[in-house]
């Protein structure tokens, strides 16, 4: 009996304790983490309410609640717009946790959420009454939750069975819904009522909540107004409605006024495998005086977005310093929002933008949250520095206009960012390190050229070459043409190439980059600089490169698409057909039967490699480089068995022409394992 007792007490305590200092009636604030507030009663109208510190951070081991009451025959719809709470282990939310209570305390059903949800999530009650419940522990707080809430009630008044004729009265609101509102389905369903004016004056309906399968064109749920008696008088709602509830309200008004004295509504659904609510919609004869009744009005903690709502925003440049900031900076950025600015600095003048701080979704390939910085005038000029997670650098402009975009998804969202940005009038030089050796080119309507060097004879191995060409005018595009072409080969130009660069330093993208005998066309579009880097490796040397490059205002009207694609290809193709050679020579060396070889009785002897001549073939191109030979490093070959092979009569191999040698002719010695 006193064990039992002790542990009575034990239990008594426990449950007494958890509820000390709990605050009846007040805000949740800083002060009063531990109480329960009653919000607003709800109404036919939606009303919204943030939990403290919204988009921000809630607080630490907090405990408040928020009471909602309804008029007696309506439930209590709550529409968590968004939710970014500490996650817990599975679904159990054991940190941090938004509960939803299915009556007015917590002795009522429960419901608990945690995590991020961007697209929130639907809570319906059973009655008159909800309670919703947010609690944290000591450690990590994220950004809390958003919500509205309707009262409402189901009354279809069997126009989902058959076509049902109503009478609105004035001074007395009635309601219209699908059958399952405001439960979820999925299923087909066809809907029609028919209203008629008892004072024959107009008929006043009011969408006051919808949550359907939305999309650019309705299909699988559509709701239809007409003022008349069908469907072939003028419709009220222009076609089509079918908002879910993250797109509604999508028209500034939700309220249809007839003409005369009916109206014919019509509600459609289709099962596609996703759930979804329906409507609510009120209709009042509007011959008297109406106040109950009025559009549905949404209340944000986040001011309107103006920045992304307006168009590109449009920025001067001065001697000044000037700041942009995302959307609310530093509360955390909204999802689904593409932002744009254009800031422009006098003629002459180039514009330098500094990143003050940094917070976006990281993502690798920054897929998700991005500012994108283009060195241009809009979204088409070229990406000079990509943002996300906290990873940012400062740039400068190659002309006087840069553009902007800050582009988010729809699920997480972060403090975002701020920039500072002002005018550079000192661009004589770039604002990178300019490499030692580079060679400075102005550039001008006449036509102009540089060659590698050396040329037209071979060029240096184990070497990088810079040339840096600029247009001072403001005025005109940069274009080169490259008009002879000998580099060292390879699909993906990894040995010796061309690298063309759109600014002035090689952290600006690659405008183009070449190797072979290509001879492309390329054009600086988006600023008036641009850096040519000619590498090469310690192996083959050839004649190099000649390029004309000069200012024009014409565009290109051709593009080397599909001449980059046949060249790789071919290049594949003669890489995949020496392998081949080589794989059928192995095998046939491995079965003795080389051309030119013989045996030698039951002992197999080893190929003496040193024993294969050669002789090339003459050509015009071949004569002046026919004593070149590769000069890739040599390596020594093992053989993978103790097989030994008989030595071969006579073998010719051609070499490769125009190729420079350095060191052995012959090759090594295969060696014993």
């Avoid at 565009?555 to 046949?566: L, Y």
Wanted: charged fraction near 20%; aromatic fraction near 10%; glycine fraction near 8%.
């Amino acid at each position: 009996m006193k064990r039992n007792g002790l542990i009575s007490v034990i239990i008594w305590c426990f449950v007494s304790c958890s509820f000390v200092g709990r605050v009846i009636g007040q805000t949740c604030s800083e002060s009063n983490k531990r109480n329960t507030e009653a919000l607003p009663t709800a109404t036919v109208s939606l009303q919204s309410y943030s939990s403290p510190g919204w988009r921000v951070t809630y607080y630490p081991e907090m405990d408040c609640q928020w009471t909602i009451g309804a008029s007696n025959g309506f439930r209590i719809m709550v529409d968590v717009r968004e939710y970014i709470i500490e996650d817990g282990e599975g679904a159990d939310c054991v940190y941090d946790s938004l509960r939803f209570y299915d009556g007015a305390n917590t002795g009522a059903q429960v419901t608990s959420v945690c995590g991020t949800a961007r697209s929130g999530r639907m809570f319906v009650s059973s009655g008159p009454a909800a309670l919703l419940r947010l609690t944290s522990d000591y450690s990590i707080q994220q950004a809390g939750f958003t919500m509205r809430y309707i009262m409402t009630k189901t009354d279809d008044h069997g126009g989902c069975g058959t076509a049902t004729t109503l009478t609105a009265t004035t001074n007395t609101v009635q309601y219209i819904t699908n059958k399952q509102w405001p439960d979820s389905y999925d299923e087909n369903s066809l809907c029609r009522w028919t209203i008629t004016s008892s004072s024959g004056g107009k008929v006043s309906m009011t969408i006051l909540f919808s949550d359907m399968l939305s999309g650019e064109e309705c299909y699988s749920d559509t709701l239809e107004i007409f003022d008349g008696s069908s469907r072939t008088d003028p419709s009220l709602t222009q076609g089509y409605f079918c908002d879910s509830r993250g797109t509604f309200p999508s028209r500034s008004s939700m309220t249809f006024v007839t003409s005369g004295t009916q109206a014919f509504i019509r509600f459609r659904s289709i099962a596609s495998g996703w759930r979804r609510h329906g409507f609510f919609l009120s209709f009042v004869d509007v011959q008297g005086a109406v106040t109950t009744t009025q559009a549905p009005t949404t209340t944000t903690t986040q001011p309107p977005n103006e920045v992304c709502s307006s168009g590109t925003v449009q920025l001067t440049a001065n001697n000044d310093t000037q700041l942009i900031q995302s959307p609310s900076y530093p509360i955390f950025y909204s999802p689904n929002m593409l932002c744009s600015w254009l800031i422009t600095a006098p003629t002459g003048a180039l514009i330098q933008l500094k990143v003050i701080d940094s917070y976006l979704e990281d993502t690798d390939g920054c897929v998700g949250d991005y500012v994108h910085i283009h060195d241009g005038s809009n979204a088409d000029s070229a990406v000079i520095a990509t943002y996300c997670g906290e990873i940012s650098s400062s740039v400068n402009s190659t002309s006087n206009r840069l553009y902007i975009q800050f582009r988010t998804d729809g699920s997480v969202g972060q403090r975002g960012f701020q920039l500072e940005y002002t005018v550079l009038y000192d661009y004589s030089a770039p604002s990178c390190a300019p490499p030692a050796g580079i060679t400075n080119l102005e550039a001008n309507a006449t036509a102009q050229y540089f060659e590698s060097p050396n040329y037209p004879d071979n060029y240096n191995s184990s070497s990088t070459f810079y040339w840096l060409i600029h247009n001072p005018s403001d005025t005109g595009y940069i274009r080169l043409e490259v008009e002879d072409s000998r580099i060292e080969a390879d699909p993906y130009c990894t040995y010796d190439k061309v690298t063309v660069y759109r600014g002035p330093c090689t952290t600006y993208p690659i405008l183009s980059s070449f190797c072979g005998v290509e001879k492309p066309t390329v054009t600086q579009y988006t600023g008036s600089y641009v850096l040519v880097v000619f590498t090469t490796d310690a192996t083959a040397d050839f004649r190099g490169f000649r390029i004309k490059y000069y200012v024009t205002t014409e565009v290109e009207k051709t593009s080397t698409f599909w001449r980059d694609v046949a060249l790789i290809a071919g290049a594949t193709i003669a890489g995949i057909a020496a392998v081949a050679i080589i794989v059928g020579l192995a095998v046939a060396a491995k079965r003795g039967k080389l051309p030119g070889m013989k045996s030698s009785g039951p002992k197999k002897r080893r190929l003496s490699v040193s024993s294969l001549s050669s002789s090339s073939s003459s050509s015009d191109e071949s004569d002046k480089e026919s004593s070149n030979k590769r000069k890739r490093p040599k390596t020594a070959l093992r053989s993978k068995t103790k097989v030994r092979l008989p030595p071969v009569k006579s073998a010719k191999v051609e070499t490769l022409p125009k190729v420079s040698i350095k060191g052995q002719s012959k090759l090594p010695p295969i060696a014993k394992k």
